[in-house]
């Protein structure tokens, strides 16, 4: 068995958030958006649903508020506070976990649906590979994984002035934050919307459906297979 002292840990992450905050989303209706993601996920009473990433636990609670037996899971112990206090404020039950994606404990094709947002970019990409394969192996054969991060959909021009130029673009056009961006670019680990894909179909997934909301954010909608299927 291979020795975990190598593993790539989130924990060195803690404190970007606070600094990168401002590319994530930054809405005052993210119960509304919560509710209307979770709707069209189709997410039923009973359901077994791992929220990895939660944050402050607005989706965690509303799929709880439906019915659904949820894990909220985050690598930060200051979120899971807020998540477990958003939780009860609402009077719904959620069980927290401190782990991220490399570390979530799971059983083998337990859940109904994973959702991970905005998290993924946190790991190079070969961990990404890994984590993504931890996720799959968490699924139900035929259940779904949705998957919101940041990623670059365009490619740089390749010199300092053109990648400069770029970052102007993406803080222009989208109203972030400079020292956002910059932060992020340096520090974070987002790659393109094509190195996802392709990690996503290797690992297993099908590719329901994947909306670029150009440059920097991308929405997938991924499910396993059920045996037999073609992924």
Request: hydrophobic share 40%; proline share 3%.
């Amino acid at each position: 068995m291979l020795a975990r002292d190598w593993y790539y840990t989130q924990r060195r992450r803690l404190g970007l958030d606070s600094a990168v905050a401002s590319i994530y989303d930054r809405h005052d209706d993210s119960d509304l958006r919560a509710r209307a993601a979770l709707k069209m996920l189709g997410v039923q009473r009973g359901w077994r649903v791992a929220d990895i990433g939660c944050g402050n636990g607005v989706l965690a609670t509303e799929a709880a508020l439906i019915g659904a037996e949820v894990d909220a899971i985050d690598i930060s112990p200051a979120m899971l506070a807020l998540a477990d206090i958003y939780a009860r404020d609402r009077k719904a039950v959620v069980r927290t976990q401190p782990a991220g994606l490399l570390s979530f404990a799971y059983e083998p094709n337990s859940y109904d649906l994973i959702v991970s947002e905005f998290t993924l970019h946190h790991l190079p990409d070969f961990w990404k590979a890994v984590a993504l394969s931890r996720i799959y192996n968490a699924l139900k054969p035929g259940a779904n994984f949705y998957l919101r991060d940041i990623v670059f959909v365009s490619m740089p021009d390749g010199t300092e002035r053109d990648v400069e130029g770029w970052a102007d673009f993406s803080i222009k056009n989208h109203d972030f934050d400079r020292d956002s961006v910059v932060t992020h670019m340096r520090d974070e680990y987002s790659t393109f919307g094509w190195v996802i894909e392709r990690m996503l179909t290797d690992v297993g997934f099908q590719i329901v459906s994947v909306d670029y909301h150009a440059p920097l954010h991308g929405t997938y909608l991924l499910r396993k297979p059920k045996a037999g299927e073609q992924s």
